[in-house]
């Protein structure tokens, strides 16, 4: 893989297709750094460079604009249309879809390239990104409507989409940092972190797709109110981060023993 080289890209937080958005991602990237063995966080840190898993936790995200990897835009995401069933949803996770994006695909070949290269920067970089839009609902939502991005939807009086607001509107509602939040949801989940840890891949994906699709039956009765939407759903989006902080702990306690 090409070494990675810091872009600044202005316009890039505005691509629709962004997961979580800069701090849902650094809260994720927080909560599993928190959670890694010391043996690993100094091992990622040699990587990286000290909290480096937090501070390039979005570069796969700034780099979607630039040619360094140019078929990157499908590896973030992964279509899983309505009225799947569990086992259909499963078989995804293994029979990778040949259209509707390669997230699943991806993940697993980055695993792959780190199992046999600890040292490789980049790919530490998009597992560190993937592993948090695996538990992003909009990144494993509907093909017709482009993840949500179609879903038209008013945030506070301003006009925005389903997507947008799984990404970043339902985040930035609690006013918190990246560091302070990751510590609300230690306090509000630290309990569940070792059953977390303990799902089957197949049993997470399954939970995170039925949210999804109870989101978008959501929308049927919406009374386009933003305090009952947050209300009805910020609990669901936090556990979501905190499980992906989880999950990704786990991944590199795994890999860098």
Request: proline fraction near 3%.
């Amino acid at each position: 893989m090409k070494k990675i080289v810091v872009i600044v890209l202005l316009a890039v937080f505005a691509l629709p297709t962004l997961a979580w958005g800069p701090r849902g991602h650094r809260i994720i990237a927080e909560v599993a750094y928190n959670h890694m063995t010391k043996r690993a966080r100094q091992k990622v840190d040699a990587v990286l460079g000290t909290h480096g898993a937090v501070h390039w936790a979005n570069w796969p995200d700034e780099i979607r604009s630039d040619t360094i990897y140019p078929d990157s835009y499908d590896w973030h995401f992964q279509d899983m249309n309505p009225g799947l069933s569990d086992s259909a949803v499963v078989a995804m996770l293994t029979d990778y879809a040949k259209e509707g994006g390669r997230l699943f695909e991806k993940t697993d070949s980055l695993i792959a390239v780190l199992r046999e290269n600890p040292g490789n920067k980049d790919a530490l970089v998009f597992i560190v990104h993937f592993m948090g839009d695996r538990f992003c609902p909009m990144h494993i939502a509907h093909m017709d409507d482009a993840g949500g991005n179609k879903v038209k939807m008013k945030w506070f009086g301003q006009n925005t989409n389903l997507h947008s607001v799984w990404d970043t509107k339902l985040i930035e509602y609690r006013g918190l940092s990246y560091t302070e939040y990751a510590a609300w949801l230690e306090d509000l989940y630290s309990r569940e972190a070792k059953n977390i840890a303990a799902m089957s891949w197949p049993e997470l994906t399954i939970r995170n797709y039925h949210l999804t699709c109870d989101i978008y039956t959501y929308q049927d009765t919406f009374d386009g109110n933003t305090y009952h939407y947050a209300y009805r759903w910020v609990a669901n989006m936090e556990w979501q981060l905190y499980a992906a902080g989880i999950r990704l702990a786990k991944l590199l306690n795994e890999l860098y023993r």
